[in-house]
């Protein structure tokens, strides 16, 4: 049986193939047709998972959606009349802004009930033969975590801005069968509530929470501005929460996320994300710190109403590594699944998996152990990209790791290329850049020179798994960069460019099974340096997505400030430096 599952019309569109209950393929739009974040329809993404298992469209048995029109109609005359004093500021911006910067996905309403004709349209001449299947937002969220777990039964936990109208859904997982314990409900959004604060401090829609994350860390944990932002949140006793919506007016405009009464408080909205004060930071810090007491609140009724040993996390703010990691270290779940793709591309899978076991009853036997799930390329391909640029180049059958990590003692900074492209926003060592984290220079070299974004912005860290807990103060395996360990004070100075101001660092673990030539990288610079950790961050530049291709691959290289490029067994220089390849 093949399942085509699919997202559109919101942010970060994907498509994912699902054949014999098993993901063979998944990928973002954005990769293929490079506007980050992409809500397009993914053609491109569908016909690559297409192309990839040799199938027609008229091959797909079954093709789900992630959003169920139905229930976002259902509920817009209540909350119109809730709001019925915002309706004169909807309708200005419905005329006065572009669809996405105003009612957001109830634009797209008509749209999505004429998507299985808009699909057969994008084929033409393959006579489709497909049921469609709209699934619930919040349900493929669950099912893209619970359903590609290890877990016979677990807990489960999403959150995000919102889904048709759900914000967050507890639920237990067992076998086929998701049931919903607690659902919150807009305006109650933590998703949108972090977004908000995330343009209060000067950030852009959707890339602000991810920004604001990086920020906090320079505020002070329980200062004055989070017991003032505590007050506006209360938790409930089935696990959810709700918020003083006088202080937010995210859920009738996107001009802006917070009112007058917010700024009243908390100061000045700023119009650009830079040179913030004391006050501003310790703002950033108390979203935070709120957000980590809101999602450990659901967790720990998440542990005492479902008395699991496991837990399954998805949903955008699932991305949220701190939290994640304070989950962890505190053990209020023995084991711990979060969704690699844990925000809107994953509802891709998400929705075909729910199909799969929850509708259609077939056994799960499947377990998303890895996260490279897109496209991969050939030697003739790698060739080609490289000689189009006209760069020096060597391909070798030899230990081409070693050869990186003498470079990356010395400094330099590396292009990795290998294998299959990683599902989710994580590059995780198959689209990334690596560094060495012992340089103290290293973070403002790759930020300013190489990635050209803002200097506070910390880089993640890659550790063998067997010795993530000589580094770190956790050594739970984070395969997926999904959690935030603190820096052990014996390595704090030792590893300088990978520890944030706070001390902490985003940590992802590597074991052979997972990423074997990332895994002979780390033993080679161990050799080298006694260390096996290094900066791994993704392969892409500012406002670009990550790179897909082989020629997206040299084309970044070539622009970047980046010293040279490991792609498949192609190691390649920078002009003028053909000397260094010698003896490859």
Request: glycine share 8%; net charge neutral; aromatic share 12%.
């Amino acid at each position: 049986m093949n399942i085509l599952g699919f997202n559109c019309y919101g942010h970060d569109s994907a498509a994912s193939l699902v054949v014999d209950n098993k993901l063979v393929f998944a990928v973002e739009e954005e990769r293929l047709n490079r506007k980050k974040h992409s809500g397009d329809i993914p053609i491109n993404a569908i016909k690559e998972c297409l192309r990839y298992a040799n199938l027609k469209l008229s091959d797909i048995d079954h093709v789900t959606f992630f959003w169920k029109p139905s229930i976002s109609y259902s509920k817009i005359p209540i909350f119109l009349f809730k709001y019925f004093d915002k309706i004169p500021s909807l309708l200005r911006e419905q005329r006065n802004f572009s669809v996405e910067e105003n009612l957001g996905m109830l634009n797209y309403l008509p749209k999505m009930k004429k998507l299985p004709q808009t699909l057969q349209e994008l084929f033409p001449g393959d006579k489709a033969k497909f049921k469609f299947h709209m699934i619930e937002h919040h349900m493929c969220h669950a099912s893209s975590a619970f359903f590609c777990s290890p877990f016979e039964e677990a807990a489960i936990l999403t959150i995000d801005g919102a889904g048709e109208w759900t914000t967050a859904m507890l639920a237990y997982g067992k076998g086929n069968k998701i049931t919903k314990l607690t659902t919150i409900d807009t305006p109650y959004s933590l998703g949108a509530f972090y977004q908000a604060i995330s343009r209060h401090l000067g950030f852009a829609l959707i890339e602000g929470p991810g920004k604001l994350m990086g920020l906090a860390s320079y505020g002070k944990h329980d200062n004055e501005e989070y017991f003032k932002m505590k007050k506006l949140i209360h938790l409930t006793d089935d696990g959810g929460f709700t918020l003083d919506m006088t202080y937010f007016c995210y859920h009738y405009t996107r001009k802006t996320g917070v009112t007058k009464k917010f700024t009243d408080i908390f100061g000045t909205s700023k119009t650009e994300g830079k040179n913030w004060n004391e006050k501003e930071l310790n703002v950033a810090a108390a979203a935070q710190q709120i957000v980590e007491d809101v999602i450990l609140h659901m967790a720990r009724h998440l542990k005492k109403t479902t008395k699991s040993e496991n837990i399954c996390i998805a949903g955008g703010v699932g991305l949220n590594s701190v939290t994640n990691g304070l989950m962890a270290k505190e053990g209020i779940f023995k084991n711990m699944y979060i969704q690699p793709a844990a925000g809107d591309s994953g509802t891709s899978l998400g929705s075909a998996f729910y199909l799969n076991h929850a509708l259609l009853g077939n056994k799960r036997e499947y377990v998303m152990d890895t996260a490279f799930m897109g496209n991969g390329y050939n030697d003739a391909e790698y060739e080609l990209a490289i000689k189009h640029y006209n760069l020096p180049y060597v391909k070798t059958q030899k230990n081409y790791a070693a050869f990186a990590a003498k470079k990356l003692k010395e400094g330099k900074i590396i292009g990795w290329f290998q294998g299959r492209m990683e599902f989710g926003p994580r590059a995780l060592g198959n689209r990334s850049i690596i560094a060495s984290p012992l340089i103290a220079e290293m973070k403002n070299v790759l930020n300013a020179r190489v990635k050209f974004r803002e200097g506070f912005r910390p880089f993640a860290a890659i550790v063998l798994e067997e010795d993530c807990g000589k580094y770190f103060d956790c050594d739970y395996p984070n395969p997926f960069m999904l959690l935030v360990y603190s820096v052990l004070e014996e390595y704090r100075e030792k590893l300088p460019s990978i520890t944030h101001v706070d001390n902490t660092v985003r940590i992802q673990t590597v074991s052979k099974t997972e990423n074997s030539q990332m895994k002979e990288l780390l033993e080679a610079f161990k050799k080298e340096t006694g260390y096996s950790v290094l900066i791994n961050t993704s392969f892409n530049i500012k406002g670009e997505p990550i790179v897909c291709t082989p020629s997206d691959a040299v084309h970044s290289f070539e622009r970047a400030d980046i010293d040279y490029l490991i792609i498949g067994n192609y190691v390649v220089a920078k002009p003028g430096d053909e000397k260094s390849l010698e003896g490859l």
